[in-house]
């Protein structure tokens, strides 16, 4: 009997919501553990214990600023090389940065790997989100990328634990294997059908120019930016800076940030699931994010105004952040259904790293109001700025749900 080895459309689909999944798990991984093990590293480095902020900010600035780096540079190249190519590429680049990671000695050494791993980690969840985007039916495609979110995010989870209970540079070694051994999933992945019609075409593919060639594109570009700003706005200055909220909130027992890191991805994959689910019955992209917009506002006054929580509470609170931030995926999804084929790559990789790098403005007027006003009315002023900025945006962009994705944007 002579075995078959054609691979069914289903099992493309299939490998494909995998290794993006999977891929994006490790991303996640990657991108929280360096906030769990920041102190550890620095000490096993030598490192004095006022030295153990700037140096921690030095890095972090290092890592953020490989993935708007990348960001650019990856998205250009999966409209111009493929899809899964960048898919397969940033997952061997972060992983081996990862391993490097594991095996510095010095601050120096440690910002190279971080600024490399930073590259890697962004082209990751863009890539993914559009090969199962366009490999999979215009109905059933908000499926698929929620199950990368649902399934990548979790990545945190095991970021938290592996980075409290072992030693620091085995939590980088595990993510380094934990990626490489994701490169023979591709076997059974396929590149994107969209993409391999539009390759032997002579349509521009992966020009910035085409996003800014009109100020129609420019504003629905910037408005995907902006609708994504108050999702980081919770993870990297509420979740982040935990312990000092805690504290100023009057707790006895000050709040770990790894634990409120973990709440909070917790309730991010299951507000995920929850968010794409609703999507698909409702058939409705939109509204759903501005539920979940609104939700998210809610928390953040409760996270902010609820004086001395117990830990539990406050814990809930960061599962609540979490879960109404839910609808990065959806967010990502919205961006990537906004442009045609040979640029919505670029799109698609780009917005979530100019979002993540939007941390950097937020961090320094959250510093500059927190000095002025106090951390918790700062907090507020940001967050106030964020939550109005995402709804204008919102109302900015066209409803996607069940969008032909097939064409492509004319010079």
């Given at each position: 009997m002579v075995r078959s080895f054609v691979i069914s459309p289903k099992q493309v689909i299939s490998a494909s919501i995998l290794i993006a999944a999977l891929g994006y798990f490790v991303d996640i991984y990657d991108l929280i553990l360096f906030s769990i093990v920041r102190i550890k590293s620095l000490k096993g480095l030598g490192l004095p214990d006022d030295q153990l902020l700037p140096q921690g900010v030095f890095l972090i600035n290092m890592q953020m600023g490989g993935m708007l780096l990348g960001g650019i540079l990856w998205g250009i190249l999966g409209d111009k090389k493929g899809r899964l190519s960048v898919l397969l590429g940033s997952i061997f680049l972060y992983s081996i940065a990862n391993i490097a990671n594991g095996l510095v000695h010095s601050v120096g050494s440690y910002a190279f790997c971080r600024l490399i791993a930073g590259i890697g980690l962004a082209g990751e969840l863009?890539?993914?989100?559009?090969?199962?985007?366009?490999?999979?039916?215009?109905?059933?495609?908000?499926?698929g990328t929620m199950m990368v979110a649902v399934i990548g995010i979790l990545g945190a989870v095991l970021a938290a634990l592996i980075g409290d209970l072992f030693d620091w540079r085995l939590a980088y070694f595990v993510g380094g294997i934990m990626g490489l051994g994701l490169l023979l999933l591709r076997i059974r992945a396929s590149e994107s059908g969209m993409f391999k019609g539009m390759k032997h075409t002579k349509v521009k593919r992966g020009a910035l120019g085409l996003i800014f060639k009109s100020s129609g594109n420019t504003i629905r570009y910037l408005c995907c930016i902006f609708i994504g700003v108050p999702l980081w706005f919770v993870i990297g200055i509420l979740v982040t800076f935990s312990p000092e909220f805690g504290k100023a909130l009057g707790m006895i027992e000050i709040p770990k940030a790894s634990t409120a890191v973990m709440c909070s991805y917790i309730g991010l994959s299951l507000g995920g699931l929850a968010s794409g689910c609703l999507s698909q019955i409702l058939k409705n992209r939109r509204g759903v994010t501005a539920v979940f917009m609104a939700l998210n506002a809610a928390f953040m006054l409760f996270y902010l105004f609820y004086r001395s929580p117990s830990s539990g509470i406050f814990y809930m609170s960061c599962l609540g952040l979490g879960f109404a931030s839910g609808y990065w995926a959806l967010f990502v999804?919205?961006?990537?259904?906004?442009?045609?084929?040979?640029?919505?790559?670029?799109?698609?990789?780009?917005?979530?790293?100019?979002?993540?790098?939007?941390?950097?403005?937020?961090?320094?007027?959250?510093?500059?109001?927190?000095?002025?006003?106090?951390?918790?009315?700062?907090?507020?002023i940001v967050a106030s700025v964020c939550v109005v900025m995402a709804f204008?945006?919102?109302?900015?962009?066209?409803?996607?749900?069940?969008?032909?994705?097939?064409?492509?944007?004319?010079?």
């Open positions: 863009g890539a993914g989100i559009t090969l199962v985007s366009e490999v999979m039916s215009k109905e059933a495609r908000g499926y999804t919205i961006a990537a259904e906004q442009f045609g084929t040979n640029i919505r790559s670029t799109v698609a990789t780009t917005v979530p790293n100019f979002v993540r790098g939007a941390v950097v403005p937020l961090t320094m007027s959250f510093q500059f109001l927190k000095n002025q006003f106090g951390i918790i009315e700062g907090a507020l204008a945006a919102l109302f900015g962009l066209q409803e996607t749900y069940g969008k032909q994705l097939d064409y492509v944007e004319l010079d």
